[in-house]
């Protein structure tokens, strides 16, 4: 069966600091991938995806990057993290167009 | 701005009590999704009804769609106090073999043993 993991869980960083979160996705291959952030009481809001190796999209411009190296890899990054890019981060994998499957999360909060 | 909306955004009810939240949304779509959310933790697909159905169960779930006005209903039946969690619908503007999904800010269900 298919599985994803996302981590860490949790994550407190300083202002200026890098980020690097990481997905991987077990069981698939070819997955299309996913990165969200939800803000506290809000719904997701999609920042990157990937249909492939080396292939990602971004949705809004912000403070964030994403690197896809293997086919179930997927990598959110950050030179360095502003007050604004706190907030739950959710890495995704979906086949076409079938529901996606998510990961537990990593919650970032900024100092 | 977000393509869903859910409605309420917060429910409180007792258990054995049937719980009815509502999506609405902005321009054509694929299908349609809903997630449940438990507190910190990832989202879980429900169900997926498409443009082309109007209704769909699964287990203690009945969703409904209704294209011509854009909107969405999700029900659970005779609720449990595990049913609480936060309910997400999520549009699909499925292109190029890939799906785009776009989230309503959800609806915070409490189920009260």
């Known amino acids: 069966s298919q599985t994803i993991h996302q981590w860490p869980a949790t994550l407190v960083q300083p202002v200026g600091s890098p980020l690097s979160l990481e997905c991987t996705v077990e069981?698939?291959?070819?997955?299309?991938l996913y990165w969200y952030r939800q803000a506290a009481g809000r719904g997701l809001q999609l920042l990157f995806y990937?249909?492939?190796?080396?292939?990602i999209s971004s949705e809004v411009p912000q403070n964030l990057s994403a690197s896809r190296p293997q086919d179930r890899q997927f990598i959110l990054s950050s030179k360095k993290l502003l007050l604004s890019d706190s907030g739950f981060y959710l890495c995704?994998?979906?086949?076409?167009?079938?529901?996606?499957?998510f990961g537990d999360g990593t919650r970032l909060s900024i100092l | 701005s977000q393509q869903g909306e859910e409605d309420p955004q917060a429910l409180s009810i007792q258990e054995g009590e049937n719980a009815t939240m509502n999506c609405s949304y902005k321009?054509?779509?694929?299908?349609l999704q809903w997630y449940r959310q438990n507190s910190g933790r990832g989202l879980v697909h429900l169900i997926l009804?498409?443009?082309?159905?109007r209704e769909k169960h699964s287990g203690r779930l009945r969703v409904t769609l209704d294209t011509s006005k854009k909107s969405s209903s999700l029900l659970i039946t005779a609720s449990r106090a595990a049913d609480t969690a936060s309910y997400f619908c999520?549009?699909?503007?499925?292109?190029?073999?890939?799906?785009?999904?776009?989230f309503g800010a959800g609806t915070r269900l409490a189920v009260h043993p």
């Open positions: 990937s249909v492939g190796i080396g292939q």
């Open positions: 069981g698939t291959s070819n997955p299309n």
């Open positions: 995704a994998w979906g086949q076409g167009a079938q529901p996606q499957h």
């Open positions: 009804i498409r443009s082309n159905e």
């Open positions: 999520a549009t699909d503007w499925a292109q190029g073999g890939y799906n785009k999904l776009i």
């Open positions: 321009t054509s779509i694929n299908n």
